[in-house]
């Protein structure tokens, strides 16, 4: 892991380098290019090319003398002399474009500033722009450190017509049937109300791996009108000590802004593990992220209009000051489906592919017992790729029971299939590298016990 360090010098000296390269191309490699353009000569040669009309254009400066020839293609430069004559020579040789410099009394400090502290103002000016929008795209906001440190990265979904809804989870009616209590309660706050009941601060999901606690967050998330922030457990997780914390106040900063909404922290028990009391080695990264947690859920300040949905499979890791009522204030649990329930999950994942009219759901769910949704999930597409390995467009009964088998037990080992000859004969000894040596009548049926001889 490259740790992050601070940079050595200030920010200045990098500005400071790069101006003193900006002037020394300005005061040095600008003026030498120019200079290699104009070709220096004597006052002779000019006075012999003014005599024979090869001159176009005539520049007289304080110094210098400066003109071209008739195409204008070449400059030249050359010193000047004391010459009363001169305009009177370039006006008989027919040169009309000829003149002098008009030298314009400036201001030093007009001249100082659009000189030097303009440049300087605008590449500063320039240079803090840019690098305040680098932080912000890294996350490096106030407070903040660099690779997004500190920002709480929860996606928030918004109900769409194509999100999946309460009418997409079979299996789980009384789990779905208490968060449809939530969401209902969201739509219909002033029912509620007449009466005095609040909203639960916190539901959590708790049941064996597959069983659709991700799914029924995501149905809640497509069944609300409200904001649903969802993010997983070890997000909260940094390498720097603090991080963590800070993201669950950006988080429930958000959540607060936008109440009443719903948040939804998948494998909760990344951060809500129980804290070992004085333990040597204990991480202080994860109990400084549970402890802001469990401030912002029930602390001082409230959540107020802010419901938290958590998931895990581990309800027993978590520590008790997280699942106590008034955090968690309902726990739902989401069970392995039985008959009905794995029936009912057959025919909503049945939808998406193609299927024999003639399928008898009803076995294959008595033949999937203890299947999880997933893994029934997972039989119908089983069953799907191979219908299409032995090309046919559709599932069939025979693809549905194969396919409990390949997902339970795995692939079938066709090499391993045993011939009736194979069953009838006896088995015969193997040597083994422990034992003493075998009888040498290996052919033989084996009656050899260990420790014993022949």
């Known amino acids: 892991m490259n740790e992050v360090k601070r940079p050595k ?28 353009q104009i070709r220096e000569v004597s006052y002779g040669t000019f006075m012999t090319m003014t005599e024979e009309g090869d001159i176009g254009q005539v ?22 002399m004391y010459d009363p004559n001169l305009t009177q020579r370039l006006h008989d040789a027919g040169i009309t474009n000829f003149g002098s410099e008009i ?16 440049p300087i103002v605008i590449f500063v000016g320039l240079g803090q722009f840019l690098s305040k929008k680098l932080m912000d795209k890294a996350g490096g906001g106030a407070g903040a450190m660099s690779f997004n440190m500190g920002k709480s990265s929860a996606k928030v979904y918004v109900k769409s017509s194509d999100g999946i ?6 299996g789980v009616d009384e789990a779905e049937e208490s968060l449809a209590e939530i969401v209902d309660y969201l739509h219909n706050t002033e029912k509620y109300a007449q009466i005095g009941a609040t909203m639960p601060k916190g539901v959590l999901l708790v049941g064996p791996p597959g069983t659709g606690k991700t799914m029924l967050a995501k149905a809640v998330a497509g069944e609300a009108d409200v904001p649903f922030f969802s993010i997983s457990g070890s997000e909260f997780v940094e390498m720097f000590v603090g991080m963590g914390a800070s993201k669950v106040r950006d988080l429930f900063k958000q959540a607060k802004e936008k109440a009443p909404c719903i948040v939804f922290i998948d494998e909760i028990d990344a951060i809500g593990q129980k804290r ?17 947690l469990l401030t912002e859920m029930d602390g001082f300040e409230g959540n107020s209009g802010v419901m938290i949905l ?12 997280l699942t106590r009522p008034g955090r968690f204030d309902r726990r739902v649990s989401v069970e392995l489906p039985d008959l009905k329930g794995r029936e009912a999950i057959l025919k909503v994942h049945a ?8 399928v008898d759901f009803n076995r294959i769910a008595r033949m999937a017992s203890g299947a999880s949704g997933a893994e029934l999930a997972n039989i119908v597409n089983e069953a799907a790729l191979r219908a299409v390995r032995d090309g046919r467009g559709f ?49 033989t049926p084996c009656r050899w016990r260990r420790g014993t001889t022949t």
Not at 15 to 31: E, G, R, T
Not at 165 to 170: G, H, N
Request: charged share 25%; net charge negative.
């Open 103 to 118: 030298v314009e009394q400036t201001s030093p400090i007009l001249t100082f500033l659009v000189s030097w502290i303009l």
């Open 351 to 358: 939808k998406k592919v193609r299927i024999a009219d003639d």
């Open 9 to 36: 010098k200030p920010l200045i000296y990098y500005y400071m380098i790069v101006m003193v390269i900006m002037l020394l191309i300005n005061l040095i490699a600008v003026p030498w290019f120019a200079e290699k």
């Open 310 to 321: 958590a998931a895990t499979n581990r309800p027993d890791a978590l520590d008790p000051a």
């Open 165 to 170: 809804s309460f009418a997409d989870v079979e």
């Open 395 to 443: 599932a069939t009964q025979a693809d549905l029971e194969e396919s409990i088998e390949v997902v339970i037990a795995g692939y079938q080992k066709k090499n391993s299939i045993l011939t009736d000859q194979e069953k009838k004969t006896p088995p015969r000894c193997r040597k083994s590298p422990s034992s003493p040596e075998p009888p040498a009548l290996w052919a």
């Open 59 to 80: 520049d007289v400066q304080s110094n210098q003398i400066l003109f071209t020839n008739k195409e204008g293609n070449q400059i030249y430069k050359t010193g000047l």
């Open 276 to 292: 070992s009391a004085g333990a040597m080695g204990g991480n202080d990264e994860r109990e400084q992220t549970l402890n802001q």
